[in-house]
């Protein structure tokens, strides 16, 4: 079974701060690996995805297969980017059920 | 961009009675839907997958007699709680699978509050 990790439930940064939210995962297979925000009072949407290898609001995430890791990066937080990150696993070949992680709330102090 | 909505936001129901929760893709056409339960401060638990024309597939430990789903057309899954009792009264969330150029991508729905009295 598949199982995402992300170690901590809370972190606080000051703006213009470097943030690296961080998720583990552990599967056996080649899976897709997400990263979804959910803002205050507003649903939940998509931020990344390992496969794109794109940039959204200034937000990277690498897939480290070696490591299992897919951390979510970026170089200067701003208060805008306060918000609640979700990392999720899909196991790909065909099943595009989510397994989340429990989620890190993320705080940028102005 | 792509929409989805549920519906009701929120409910209140007597222990004992049925609630009907709606998801609609708005303005695309979603073959699996995904429903979700989240308690407060913990993440999102899968619950089942709905796909449309076909039963459900439920997760392991979700009972499909309690939680009946009905995908009945391209653009609305239904999730039935019956017979709720205090202890389902969480947060409900539908998401729909769509396909786009970057691949595929699960829209989410606002949610649904159910509290059961």
């Known amino acids: 079974a598949q199982r995402v990790t992300q170690p901590e439930k809370l972190l606080s940064v000051f703006k213009g701060a470097p943030v690296e939210l961080k998720c583990n995962y552990s599967y056996s297979g080649s899976p897709e690996l997400f990263w979804y925000v959910q803002y205050s009072r507003q649903r939940l949407q998509l931020l990344l995805r390992?496969?794109s290898r794109e940039s959204i609001k200034g937000f990277t995430a690498d897939l480290n297969k070696g490591e299992t890791s897919f951390h979510l990066k970026k170089p200067f937080a701003q208060e805008e980017d306060s918000a609640m990150y979700y990392c999720a696993l899909s196991p790909g070949a065909g099943s595009y059920q989510l397994t989340f992680g429990k989620g890190t709330k993320l705080s940028v102090i102005p | 961009g792509a929409v989805v909505s549920q519906h009701p936001s929120w409910v209140i129901c007597k222990s004992g009675t049925s609630v009907k929760i709606e998801c609609r893709s708005l303005?695309?056409?979603?073959?699996?839907m995904f429903w979700y339960r989240q308690f407060p401060k913990q993440s999102l638990m899968l619950m089942a997958t709905s796909n449309e024309g076909s039963k459900a597939t439920y997760e392991q430990g979700v009972e499909k007699d309690k939680f009946l789903i009905n995908h009945a057309s391209l653009t609305l899954s239904t999730l039935t709680v019956t017979s709720a009792h205090p202890e389902d009264s969480s947060f409900y969330i539908c998401s729909a699978r769509r396909l786009a150029g970057g691949g595929e991508t699960q829209y989410f729905g606002p949610g649904t509050r159910l509290l059961v009295l």
């Open positions: 390992h496969i």
């Open positions: 303005d695309f056409q979603a073959t699996t």
